[in-house]
């Protein structure tokens, strides 16, 4: 009798066992995470800076070969350098480094310190399926939860002035049971389109998690190591990132955090202080290609050159951030901001649609809206601001200009007319520097070679506003221009 009682103890202890560890899978997923720690993997033995980087090495391909996260807690700092012939370190769906500072030294070779990435495979999928966003038909994208990414094999953009490449267009959707809940920026039922397509199966209820670091590049590092480049991702965030860039090396074409097909994504408490760039040479603190539905949160940066570089943006947000540039080279619709400090540069649009807007935002030092030349994209969108804040002085005198025109016809349909956006600005003030009697809406000084008329721009409606100076005078344009429909001026 108590052989059978301590039998059926056991049994009952065993299922007990069992169900706690399918309650754990199940928390795992929703809010614990099960990590192990580069501790484990002997951090602290490894003695010279390339020990080191192969330890982290070792513990995240590890973490990704187990399924579970990374966590660094227990470590303040790390100092790696990177050795000849690196490869990134491959990260898991869960990184927390609890804090911890990482300092690399580069004297190998480019490289992203960190990714995240995914395979994707080819499938057949025609223009009208992208457009109504519907491939209910489609076998493949019929059925489960599938990220989809499109590029169109036919060139947005032949050739970008004053450079040796054209652009691409890609967009990027979630498709759910063969409908997704948006389309692309623009039409793929053209003559010329092109759609070349791919996908991967994503689980909607998993969310990537990359947090708490503070990432230093040293002074003597004679090539760049990028912090992290997440490529075809579903449900990504990355919270409380600082990343340190010594200025003086002569470094650029950075990339410090890059997005490649991804769709959305959350960054939250990002620092950037400095770049891999110049005055007159790019680099970036954060690089975006084709994302959808991607937001900034207390986002703070500072670069020699624009923050951003960004191309394929569908979707964006930024809140409470203060930068000195935010851009889509090419190709994107539909960017907002609020609360935001923009500061000594500018806003760089070409090939954008929908509606740019601002509420709250302050200009300094800074060109709200630049329309690049170099992509000869002037397509049709509306720019609206709220209750900002501008203060222009005589280089910044206006609220959208030109860095200069192209009056050559685009090759691309799509792209054949130049439209200039409409603009509404409400309960808005603009302080003028002192001297200054004019300011405007529209710089078109840079357009006087242009014969033709401008198309989409309609209304220019400006309620509410405040300025320091009475005396000074806003005109509408800098200089008259064609248009093919009549401007209504609503003030």
Same mark, same amino acid.
């Given at each position: 009798?108590?052989?059978?009682?301590?039998?059926?103890?056991?049994?009952?202890?065993?299922?007990?066992?069992?169900?706690?560890?399918?309650?754990?899978?199940?928390?795992?997923?929703?809010?614990?995470?099960?990590?192990?720690?580069?501790?484990?993997?002997?951090?602290?033995?490894?003695?010279?800076?390339?020990?080191?980087?192969?330890?982290?090495?070792?513990?995240?391909?590890?973490?990704?070969?187990?399924?579970?996260?990374?966590?660094?807690?227990?470590?303040?700092?790390?100092?790696?350098?990177?050795?000849?012939?690196?490869?990134?370190?491959?990260?898991?769906?869960?990184?927390?480094?609890?804090?911890?500072?990482?300092?690399?030294?580069?004297?190998?070779?480019?490289?992203?310190?960190?990714?995240?990435?995914?395979?994707?495979?080819?499938?057949?999928?025609?223009?009208?399926?992208?457009?109504?966003?519907?491939?209910?038909?489609?076998?493949?994208?019929?059925?489960?939860?599938?990220?989809?990414?499109?590029?169109?094999?036919?060139?947005?953009?032949?050739?970008?002035?004053?450079?040796?490449?054209?652009?691409?267009?890609?967009?990027?959707?979630?498709?759910?049971?063969?409908?997704?809940?948006?389309?692309?920026?623009?039409?793929?039922?053209?003559?010329?389109?092109?759609?070349?397509?791919?996908?991967?199966?994503?689980?909607?209820?998993?969310?990537?998690?990359?947090?708490?670091?503070?990432?230093?590049?040293?002074?003597?590092?004679?090539?760049?190591?990028?912090?992290?480049?997440?490529?075809?991702?579903?449900?990504?965030?990355?919270?409380?990132?600082?990343?340190?860039?010594?200025?003086?090396?002569?470094?650029?074409?950075?990339?410090?955090?890059?997005?490649?097909?991804?769709?959305?994504?959350?960054?939250?408490?990002?620092?950037?202080?400095?770049?891999?760039?110049?005055?007159?040479?790019?680099?970036?603190?954060?690089?975006?290609?084709?994302?959808?539905?991607?937001?900034?949160?207390?986002?703070?940066?500072?670069?020699?050159?624009?923050?951003?570089?960004?191309?394929?943006?569908?979707?964006?947000?930024?809140?409470?951030?203060?930068?000195?540039?935010?851009?889509?080279?090419?190709?994107?619709?539909?960017?907002?901001?609020?609360?935001?400090?923009?500061?000594?540069?500018?806003?760089?649009?070409?090939?954008?649609?929908?509606?740019?807007?601002?509420?709250?935002?302050?200009?300094?030092?800074?060109?709200?809206?630049?329309? =690049?030349? +170099?992509? !000869?994209?002037?397509? %049709?969108?509306?720019?609206? @601001?709220? #209750?900002?804040?501008?203060?222009?002085? $005589?280089?910044?005198?206006?609220?959208?200009?030109?860095?200069?025109?192209?009056?050559?016809?685009?090759?691309?349909?799509?792209?054949?007319?130049?439209?200039?956006?409409?603009?509404?600005?409400?309960?808005?003030?603009?302080?003028?520097?002192?001297?200054?009697?004019?300011?405007?809406?529209?710089?078109?000084?840079?357009?006087?070679?242009?014969?033709?008329?401008?198309?989409?721009?309609?209304?220019?409606?400006?309620? =509410?506003? +405040?300025? !320091?100076?009475?005396? %000074?005078?806003?005109?509408? @344009?800098? #200089?008259?221009?064609?248009?093919?429909? $009549?401007?209504?001026?609503?003030?």
């Amino acid at each position: 009798m108590k052989g059978l009682v301590w039998t059926y103890r056991m049994v009952v202890c065993i299922g007990l066992v069992a169900l706690l560890c399918s309650c754990n899978k199940v928390l795992v997923r929703h809010t614990a995470v099960q990590t192990i720690n580069p501790i484990q993997f002997g951090l602290k033995k490894a003695k010279t800076g390339e020990e080191r980087y192969y330890v982290l090495q070792r513990t995240h391909e590890e973490a990704r070969r187990l399924g579970v996260g990374v966590s660094y807690a227990g470590i303040k700092e790390i100092h790696v350098e990177i050795p000849s012939n690196p490869h990134s370190i491959p990260l898991s769906c869960y990184t927390d480094f609890a804090g911890a500072t990482i300092t690399v030294e580069n004297k190998q070779k480019n490289v992203s310190l960190f990714s995240l990435s995914a395979d994707l495979t080819s499938v057949e999928v025609k223009g009208n399926e992208i457009d109504n966003h519907d491939f209910s038909q489609n076998p493949v994208l019929g059925i489960g939860n599938k990220l989809l990414v499109i590029k169109d094999k036919t060139p947005w953009v032949e050739n970008r002035i004053g450079h040796d490449y054209g652009a691409t267009r890609k967009d990027i959707m979630l498709v759910k049971d063969g409908k997704s809940g948006h389309g692309p920026v623009q039409s793929y039922c053209t003559s010329v389109s092109c759609p070349e397509c791919s996908y991967r199966d994503v689980d909607v209820s998993d969310k990537l998690i990359i947090k708490n670091v503070v990432f230093n590049r040293t002074e003597n590092s004679s090539h760049i190591t990028r912090f992290v480049k997440i490529e075809n991702q579903y449900n990504v965030e990355l919270s409380n990132i600082t990343i340190n860039t010594p200025d003086g090396s002569g470094l650029y074409r950075d990339r410090a955090i890059y997005i490649v097909n991804c769709s959305d994504v959350v960054f939250t408490g990002i620092t950037i202080n400095g770049t891999y760039s110049l005055t007159e040479t790019y680099g970036y603190g954060i690089s975006l290609d084709n994302t959808y539905n991607v937001s900034f949160f207390d986002l703070y940066a500072r670069g020699n050159w624009g923050v951003f570089g960004n191309n394929n943006v569908h979707k964006a947000f930024l809140k409470n951030c203060d930068i000195n540039r935010f851009d889509i080279h090419c190709y994107g619709k539909d960017i907002s901001f609020e609360d935001c400090n923009f500061v000594n540069l500018y806003n760089q649009f070409s090939s954008v649609y929908g509606l740019v807007s601002f509420t709250n935002c302050n200009f300094s030092n800074f060109t709200p809206i630049l329309m =690049g030349r +170099s992509y !000869n994209a002037y397509t %049709a969108y509306d720019v609206r @601001f709220e #209750k900002c804040s501008f203060n222009l002085d $005589k280089k910044h005198n206006s609220i959208i200009n030109f860095s200069g025109f192209t009056t050559e016809e685009n090759k691309r349909t799509e792209l054949k007319e130049k439209c200039l956006p409409n603009v509404t600005m409400l309960d808005c003030r603009v302080n003028l520097a002192e001297g200054m009697k004019k300011w405007y809406v529209y710089n078109t000084k840079k357009t006087k070679d242009y014969e033709g008329r401008f198309s989409h721009i309609s209304e220019v409606k400006i309620e =509410g506003l +405040s300025t !320091n100076r009475t005396s %000074a005078t806003m005109e509408v @344009f800098s #200089k008259n221009i064609e248009t093919v429909n $009549k401007v209504q001026e609503c003030r």
